[in-house]
């Protein structure tokens, strides 16, 4: 059982991990995103975060994760990364960059996401609610400091915040208002 | 296909994920994460980096890893995340905090590593060669800064730096004069 370490979606999940889907645009694909954290939340599945991965020029959906560190028993498994695992064993390499591959996350990313981010081959990373909504409620985002995003930005990594952060921020409060586990806090 | 990561171990290091051995002294069990480190790069099964994580008081190996980036093509597959990850797999919990665990490191973690140990539940973390050696042959660590280790010993995790600082360098050295693969450079 150490051998893998299973990525599954929940049940609720699956027919949103549609890889002929195809979003043109930053807000209908962030929209995914926050509708996968929402949607976890109300099915008592996890933590109020979900993330897709999108081929950046087409716009096609290669693959989604929801915070699954309770239901999965791995703390790894922020939503980020598990979009990141499924899209990589998806293509079968390390990294995303061919074709470019966009990520969007309903929050901004804790300090292993953003690292992991940064060697996931990701060339474009979007967020919607601020990292500080989610410390409002108990979580630790650990050390991610203004500079940590100029770090992925000269590496190459263009990001952009603030896309329907009011929607990722609503998912959040609501997780809170849900009496949502905070784990690890 | 996307529903599992792989975390198997490379074949050779399979006898050292050995659940029966206790080693008392931090030299000892740097030694052990060195040991994977080295042999990975003379097996040519990755980078130069290997993790160990031990039950702190009785000193029993719980898990092992070592850099699998290439070799399981996943970005996330850093020694000290493989290790995290199967110790978890183990105890099948998200946290490693029943009995309180020690993580051991050949190298000082990079900024995904650093927040993935956050979150794991680890009470201590031991590394031997400094960042900068990684850095020095081409790899890029990430945001890391000082106050990245003062954040993690706030949430109260006790970090020791330096144990065994040559021998880590001089596997990376090793790695870099074998002509070693920098990938995500």
Redesign the interface.
């Known amino acids: 059982?150490?051998?893998?370490?299973?990525?599954?979606?929940p049940d609720w999940a699956i027919p949103y991990d549609d890889r002929s889907l195809i979003i043109a645009d930053d807000e209908g694909r962030m929209r995914l995103a926050i509708e996968l954290a929402r949607q976890n939340v109300e099915h008592g599945t996890g933590g109020p975060f979900g993330a897709a991965i999108f081929s950046q020029a087409e716009g096609r959906l290669l693959?989604i994760g929801v915070n699954s560190?309770?239901r999965l028993?791995?703390?790894?498994?922020h939503a980020e990364?598990m979009a990141?695992?499924?899209a990589?064993?998806?293509l079968?390499?390390?990294?995303l960059k061919q074709p470019g591959h966009a990520l969007y996350s309903s929050c901004e990313p804790?300090?292993?996401?953003?690292?992991?981010i940064?060697?996931?081959?990701i060339e474009r990373l979007v967020c919607a609610a601020p990292a500080e909504a989610a410390r409002a409620i108990g979580f630790?985002e650990?050390?991610?400091?203004p500079?940590?995003y100029n770090?992925?930005e000269r590496?190459g990594i263009a990001i952009l915040r603030g896309v329907m952060a009011d929607e990722g921020t609503q998912v959040i409060l609501r997780y809170q208002a849900a009496g949502g586990t905070i784990?690890?806090a």
């Open positions: 059982m150490t051998d893998c370490l299973p990525l599954d979606l693959a560190v309770l028993n791995s703390s790894v498994l990364m990141i695992m499924r990589q064993r998806l079968g390499t390390y990294t804790c300090a292993m996401c953003l690292g992991g940064l060697w996931s081959g630790d650990g050390p991610v400091r500079d940590s770090h992925l590496a784990y690890n």
